[in-house]
């Protein structure tokens, strides 16, 4: 009796500061190295020829890409926001190849928006290539 | 003026107080485990361009590039011939998808002769990775 008195004393003397200390070191830790952004991605197929100089085979449509999200289609301008509308009003088949001409200065970012956009209007085979001399 | 009791209390009472805290630091410890994900975020300079993909990175092999054209693989700059042989090196093929997380202020100017050198390494799919866009989740 006398004993186990005894021992659940000595227990109860056991700090738990230094318990709390590592805890909180730990939470540290994984507050700093964790990371709560879900990555996606955007894939595309890599052109079988120089991307300078291919042509789809099939159905292609050429869009020329300038810095701001400017596009010429068929000898109209564009703006990047405006391309729904006007895929919408076209009516291309899936099977259609997009060509996204870029000028040197467009960023990757209007280059993805574009595509994100083709693929919203069922547009998946895009290609991205520089914009011609 | 007040009993405050033994020092023997005092710690006890002390330690007993704790309790919560350490409580509640395990919670918050275990929901950084379970929920977080440890990213390679050595490039954490690079920003990817924002898009309305819902389809998840998938596991590929991964080439980072920094707005000033800047390639990176595995933390430290390369290039692609480079890493190609890198690769080979390790006794694996270069592989036919690759996973690029190119900062979304790379212009066309840089990626574009990286897609085709992807191209002469017979890479056949490049996946661009994206973040999403605001209020898109």
């Known amino acids: ?133 | 003026m007040f009993d405050l009791g033994s020092q023997h209390d005092r710690k006890k009472l002390s330690d007993d107080n704790m309790l919560p805290v350490i409580n509640m630091t395990f919670l918050l410890l275990l929901f950084f485990i379970v929920v977080g994900n440890f990213s390679e975020n050595y490039m954490k300079d690079i920003a990817p361009p924002e898009s309305s993909s819902q389809v998840l990175r998938q596991e590929a092999e991964e080439l980072s590039l920094s707005a000033d054209g800047t390639l990176w693989w595995r933390g430290e700059a390369t290039t692609l011939s480079n890493w190609a042989s890198q690769l080979q090196a390790e006794g694996q093929a270069v592989p036919v998808r690759v996973s690029l997380r190119a900062d979304g202020q790379t212009p066309a100017a840089t990626i574009i002769p990286l897609i085709d050198e992807l191209r002469l390494l017979k890479v056949t799919r490049l996946a661009l990775v994206t973040v999403n866009s605001p209020g898109q989740y």
């Open chain 1, 1 to 133: 009796m006398h004993l186990q008195s005894h021992h659940r004393k000595a227990l109860r003397r056991i700090s738990l500061t230094p318990l709390a200390d590592l805890v909180f070191i730990l939470l540290v830790f994984f507050i700093l190295e964790t990371s709560f952004v879900e990555f996606r991605e955007v894939a595309f197929k890599v052109p079988d020829e120089p991307t300078k100089a291919s042509h789809a085979e099939g159905e292609s449509l050429s869009i020329q890409v300038f810095p701001g999200g400017k596009l010429w289609i068929d000898g109209e301008s564009l703006a990047l926001a405006d391309l729904s509308q006007w895929l919408l009003r076209q009516q291309f088949s899936a099977e259609t190849a997009v060509i996204l001409q870029a000028e040197d200065s467009v960023s990757l970012q209007i280059l993805v928006e574009a595509m994100d956009l083709l693929r919203a209007q069922s547009l998946p085979r895009v290609q991205i290539q520089a914009l011609g001399d």
